[in-house]
């Protein structure tokens, strides 16, 4: 699976990343022939200097931007994790209640996790926000049937207190999950960065070499480094679409689990007490 997807990734990034390269390559040609190259000659120190002075700096944004939506994708990947646990978690707790009122709440648990995986994720990952919060309900439906559980001995009322200790956790890592699919780097930054590439690359136009392979390969290998860092920045930028998007995995883990849970009978009460 791991071979499939780097496949697929190389597929996907090869047109961007060679793109920019022939692109970068016909620029050398027409540039070689518009421009004087005797008079470049005379500024090759100052322009290289200058190109030294803007690789530094888009060097460090770029460093910068990297780390941010590398950090934002872990981010959302810890908070579905997160939500994950806590919905098995909750699960766990549920067994301990009154038959029917147990198994209405795994049913009620199991399908938020089924919407969660089959409507709410995808609609993350095209940005819809109305399918999240049609989800939302069902977290709801989920608080008032804890709320209207009956609560008989002592340890009922343990479980009872510890599951809306549970719920609220749930609703928490909900929250943060929904927040990190809507997270994005500021479209300022952005265009500094796409900006700040295409300066750098049209630079080495300004360039006097000699050999016109040399200069147009250092200018291709330039082009296409920046289209490589610009595809992964995009790609990590979205955490729930894209080549590096969050994993499903441990929501159908939470899946498999409540459904199980779901199907068979109340634990045993030496169990639940």
Same mark, same amino acid.
């Given at each position: 699976?791991?071979?499939?997807?780097?496949?697929?990734?190389?597929?996907?990034?090869?047109?961007?990343?060679?793109?920019?390269?022939?692109?970068?390559?016909?620029?050398?040609?027409?540039?070689?022939?518009?421009?004087?190259?005797?008079?470049?000659?005379?500024?090759?120190?100052?322009?290289?200097?200058?190109?030294?002075?803007?690789?530094?700096?888009?060097?460090v944004l770029a460093a910068f931007v990297v780390y941010?939506?590398?950090?934002?994708?872990?981010?959302?990947?810890?908070?579905?994790?997160?939500?994950?646990?806590?919905?098995?978690?909750?699960?766990?707790?549920?067994?301990?209640?009154?038959?029917?009122?147990?198994?209405?709440?795994?049913?009620?648990?199991?399908?938020?996790?089924?919407?969660?995986?089959?409507?709410?994720?995808?609609?993350?990952?095209?940005?819809?926000?109305?399918?999240?919060?049609?989800?939302?309900?069902?977290?709801?439906?989920?608080?008032?049937?804890?709320?209207?559980?009956?609560?008989?001995?002592e340890c009922q009322r343990s479980l009872h207190a510890?599951?809306?200790?549970?719920?609220?956790?749930?609703?928490d890592a909900r929250t943060a999950r929904l927040s990190?699919?809507?997270?994005?780097?500021?479209?300022?930054? &952005? *265009?500094?960065?796409?900006?700040?590439? $295409?300066?750098? !690359?049209?630079?080495? +136009?300004?360039? %006097?070499?000699?050999?016109? =392979?040399?200069?147009?390969?250092?200018?291709? &290998? *330039?082009?296409?480094?920046?289209?490589? $860092?610009?595809? !992964?920045?995009?790609? +990590?930028?979205? %955490?729930?679409?894209?080549? =590096?998007?969050?994993?499903?995995?441990?929501?159908?883990?939470?899946?498999?689990?409540?459904?199980?849970?779901?199907?068979?009978?109340?634990?045993?009460?030496?169990?639940?007490?």
């Amino acid at each position: 699976m791991r071979i499939a997807r780097a496949v697929k990734t190389l597929l996907r990034m090869t047109p961007a990343v060679g793109g920019a390269a022939a692109l970068a390559m016909l620029a050398v040609l027409i540039a070689r022939d518009v421009l004087d190259q005797a008079a470049l000659r005379h500024s090759n120190d100052e322009v290289g200097n200058y190109i030294q002075a803007l690789g530094a700096i888009y060097a460090v944004l770029a460093a910068f931007v990297v780390y941010a939506v590398w950090t934002q994708l872990n981010e959302a990947r810890l908070q579905c994790d997160r939500e994950a646990n806590e919905l098995i978690d909750l699960s766990r707790v549920f067994e301990g209640f009154p038959e029917q009122c147990r198994r209405r709440l795994q049913v009620k648990l199991a399908t938020y996790v089924d919407t969660v995986i089959h409507v709410e994720w995808p609609a993350m990952a095209k940005h819809i926000e109305a399918a999240s919060m049609e989800n939302g309900g069902l977290l709801d439906d989920i608080w008032s049937e804890l709320h209207s559980a009956p609560v008989e001995t002592e340890c009922q009322r343990s479980l009872h207190a510890e599951a809306l200790t549970r719920f609220n956790d749930l609703s928490d890592a909900r929250t943060a999950r929904l927040s990190a699919a809507r997270a994005r780097i500021p479209l300022s930054l &952005s *265009l500094l960065l796409y900006f700040g590439g $295409l300066s750098l !690359v049209g630079s080495m +136009l300004l360039v %006097a070499i000699e050999s016109l =392979w040399i200069h147009a390969l250092t200018t291709a &290998s *330039l082009a296409s480094a920046v289209a490589h $860092l610009l595809y !992964v920045v995009a790609d +990590l930028d979205d %955490a729930f679409a894209g080549d =590096w998007q969050v994993s499903r995995e441990p929501f159908e883990r939470a899946q498999r689990f409540i459904a199980k849970r779901a199907r068979e009978p109340a634990a045993a009460p030496s169990i639940a007490a």
